[in-house]
């Protein structure tokens, strides 16, 4: 019980944490500019004083849409306000209406998304309305799952451009860690994976698998077990690990040694 309300506690503030980060990332994220125009995105465009020009169209395989009296018009990769811009200089060029006022809005977002992944409360596909960081998609996606881990793998790009970066949660939501709170592109995939856990068995109080958590050492992995009972000894306890050749491992070790995901503490009955 003891443990399950830690871990609770430890996602509730991580949790908040999150959403602290995407509020203050707000004024950031408008700075890095608005969402570029993509193929498959719904706009509705209406110019003022000319109610018969509005409509409603999706931006085709080219990037662009077919305007009343101008025709074909590129979008691809403007924001909103380029975007309105633009179909206000052709429709000026070509001397059908003098400095119009052009106003485009986004309806729908399909150009660009991002796949979260794994151990979060909301996986799926996200769209990138915005330039958006990483705490601004992991709000989207609900925050990390009560036995979701404390990093998260991050795979950006595409065939051998293909990239894979590591992101500790704990430095990020809860220590301030800006620079961890990196950009999130289109096609990126954030995936985070279940609880690393210890085992452990034999005479202790407690014995069962538990949440590892960072920089756990053996004395206090024992501790979280309760501690040894009386037939318990100290002399006795083994910690066995898979080695790199996928087998396992019997190690003697120290009290203040780091524990790994998976490790498996024995603690045998004292002889005396």
Known sequence: MHE????????????????????????????AGDYGLSTGDLV??????????????????????????VGEVSLANLTASE?????????????????PQVNL???EFKGQEVSVLGRVNRPGKF???????LSDILAL??????????????????????????????ALLRDGANDLNVDILNDDILYVPREPR???????????SFRLEQKMTLVQALAIGGGLTQRGTQK??????????????????KLSDPMQSDDVIFVKESLF
């Open 4 to 31: 399950d309300a830690n871990v609770k506690l430890n996602q509730t503030l991580l949790l908040c944490a999150l959403m602290m980060f995407a509020l203050l990332g707000s004024t950031t994220v408008r700075a």
């Open 44 to 69: 509705r465009i209406t110019v003022y004083d000319h109610p018969d020009l509005g409509m409603e169209t999706r931006v085709n395989d080219q990037g662009g849409i077919l305007f009343p009296l």
């Open 83 to 99: 975007a309105s811009k633009r179909i206000a200089s052709a429709l000026d060029a070509g001397g059908f209406i003098r400095a």
């Open 105 to 107: 809005v986004v309806i």
């Open 127 to 133: 769209p990138l309305q915005k330039s958006s960081r």
């Open 141 to 170: 996606a609900g925050g990390i799952a009560a036995d979701g881990a404390d990093t998260l793998i991050l795979t950006s790009g595409r065939g051998k451009d293909v990239r894979r970066r590591e992101i500790d949660l704990v």
């Open 198 to 208: 210890f085992y452990i068995y034999g005479e202790v109080q407690r014995p069962g």
């Open 236 to 253: 006795g306890i083994k910690l066995m690990r898979l080695g790199a050749d996928g087998k396992l491992l019997e190690l003697d070790v």
